[in-house]
């Protein structure tokens, strides 16, 4: 499993959008993209997936831009990354079926990691501004 930039980049975006949901303000992907260092015309890549994907809503006009859908403490990590990168697993699903005996082994780790990934923005955000490394936090599996 690799978490592509596409998926780091959407993280950081999310991340953005929490700050900005205690104040209700709307962002714009501009302000997101200066502020996260992403790709502008990227960004707007990813916000469509997160659009289609009911993790973000846009409001069009002079005063538009992006927030979250739902509370971030509702959203978590692991749905932000399925929606960008797709089934997160440890193998391929007709791998897992070949497997035998040590199928759960492989299993049980494919759990851990989605258990993992199964945190709210809010507790992502507050283990990012906990490191010493928090602009360029980078989590590999």
Do not use: H
């Not at 007709?94 to 945190?119: A, I, Y």
């Amino acid at each position: 499993m690799c978490i592509s930039s596409k998926g780091r980049y959407g993280l950081r975006a999310m991340v953005e959008l929490t700050a900005s949901a205690e104040t209700g303000k709307l962002l714009k992907s501009k302000e997101i993209a200066a502020r996260q260092q992403i790709p502008a015309k990227y960004l707007e890549q990813i916000i469509s997936i997160l659009r289609k994907n009911n993790l973000v809503l846009s409001v069009r006009g002079a005063e538009g831009g992006y927030r979250l859908s739902r509370p971030p403490e509702k959203i978590t990590v692991y749905e932000v990354l399925t929606s960008l990168e797709g089934e997160l697993s440890i193998l391929e699903q007709d791998e897992m079926n070949q497997l035998g005996r040590q199928k759960t082994f492989w299993s049980e780790l494919d759990e851990q990691v989605r258990s993992f990934l199964t945190v709210p923005l809010t507790d992502f955000v507050k283990k990012s501004d906990t490191s010493v490394f928090s602009k360029d936090i980078m989590y590999y599996i």
